[in-house]
């Protein structure tokens, strides 16, 4: 049974950066048969896929078009975690974050962690 | 990027009776490599993460009840939910991973009538 904890803070201030964790058990962030992703949820947004890590023999990242200059997911293998950080946050980075696994379909996530963002 | 469209929004249906929600995406997710379809169907109840149910279109994840079911092909994409309990009312979401980046639909709100 895949679980994955989130961790980091819940308030961002404007033009900070975003930090969460994402730990995993049961699975192992090297897995070379699952990508490890980040998904946000808000009311304007709806679900929006962000970017993931993975691992095919060496590391790789994709990230969404809309965050791209922003954001870095990076895999920990020694905690068996991955995280995501997103730069210069807005009010419009205010969202629900989820980190979560992929094989065919999401099909492990984590609790999310509502992020607002507020001086 | 894919854009996936559900219908209707919001749907009621009585306890017991069947419920069906449709999904189109803006281009086909079958891939010829695998004759797959790249398409995800999620259950997500308030203040919890999405469930995901059905992958590949139509297959059922373990543990799923068998009430739930998905059917299509190509860019047009059925959920079914033979006979709504209670427990069944949720957002539902359909998602593509064909291609990146990955994309859901809008979410379909099911209710009891």
């Known amino acids: 049974q895949v679980q994955l904890q989130q961790s980091g803070p819940g308030l961002v201030k404007p033009s900070q950066t975003l930090s969460l964790t994402c730990a995993i058990s049961?699975?192992?962030?090297?897995?070379?048969?699952?990508?490890w992703n980040w998904i946000r949820q808000s009311p304007s947004r709806g679900l929006e896929w962000l970017g993931r890590?993975?691992?095919?023999?060496?590391?790789?990242?994709d990230y969404a078009v809309s965050v791209k200059s922003r954001i870095t997911i990076n895999p920990d293998t020694s905690k068996n975690q991955f995280s995501l950080q997103l730069n210069s946050v807005t009010p419009e980075d205010m969202a629900v974050y989820f980190c979560a696994r992929h094989q065919s379909g999401f099909n492990s996530w984590g609790q999310g962690t509502l992020v607002t963002v507020s001086s | 990027d894919i854009v996936m469209t559900q219908s209707p929004d919001s749907l009621a249906v009585s306890l017991g009776e069947r419920a069906t929600i449709n999904c189109k995406s803006s281009?086909?997710?079958?891939?010829?490599?695998?004759?797959?379809?790249?398409l995800a169907w999620y259950q997500q109840k308030p203040g919890q993460p999405p469930k995901l149910l059905i992958y590949?279109?139509?297959a059922r994840e373990s543990g799923v009840p068998d009430r739930f079911s998905g059917s299509g092909s190509g860019t047009d994409f059925t959920l079914t939910v033979s006979s709504l309990q209670a427990g069944d009312v949720a957002v539902y979401y359909c998602q593509q991973y064909y291609s990146h980046p990955y994309t859901f639909g809008q979410g379909t709100n099911l209710e009891i009538k």
């Open positions: 590949w279109a139509s």
């Open positions: 890590t993975y691992y095919r023999s060496k590391w790789y990242n």
């Open positions: 281009q086909s997710v079958l891939h010829s490599s695998n004759n797959r379809n790249f």
């Open positions: 049961g699975d192992s962030v090297s897995s070379d048969s699952a990508t």
